[in-house]
């Protein structure tokens, strides 16, 4: 089945960077688009950034733009988030998610097309 598992997170300074990485299974994860969501205390989840399979196509929401930057090694079945410029807004609990199809392109996110996410890996920015 599949399996997503989320790591890289923890406590950093606002300004600071982290990567996150998310190991995948059970699936053929160079087919797949794939996208990273995250979810704040006491707030719905947010999408944050989708990546197509090779890894040519990328998309980010407005309040991570320029500041992270998503990338997969298909060869390792492994994606990236490799966060900038943190800021404490950035806090939540960040999961990876596989799309529902084999796709080749990019498609717009929406969580029902998303169903499969890892446990999450917490990340907190503050001072």
């Known amino acids: 089945q599949v399996q997503l598992v989320e790591s890289g997170g923890g406590l950093v300074q606002p300004g600071g960077s982290l990567r996150l990485s998310c190991a995948a299974s059970g699936f053929t994860f160079r087919n797949f688009p794939m996208s990273w969501v995250r979810q704040a205390p006491g707030k719905g989840p947010e999408w944050v950034s989708s990546?197509?399979?090779?890894?040519?196509?990328?998309d980010y929401s407005d309040s991570v733009k320029g500041r992270f930057i998503i990338s997969r090694a298909d060869s390792d079945n492994t994606l990236y988030l490799q966060m900038n410029s943190l800021r404490p807004d950035d806090t939540a609990v960040y999961y990876c998610?596989?799309?529902?199809?084999?796709?080749?392109?990019?498609?717009?996110?929406?969580?029902?097309?998303?169903?499969?996410r890892g446990q999450g890996t917490q990340v907190t920015v503050s001072s």
């Open positions: 998610a596989k799309f529902r199809y084999i796709y080749t392109g990019l498609p717009t996110y929406s969580g029902d097309n998303y169903p499969d």
């Open positions: 990546i197509a399979p090779g890894g040519a196509l990328t």
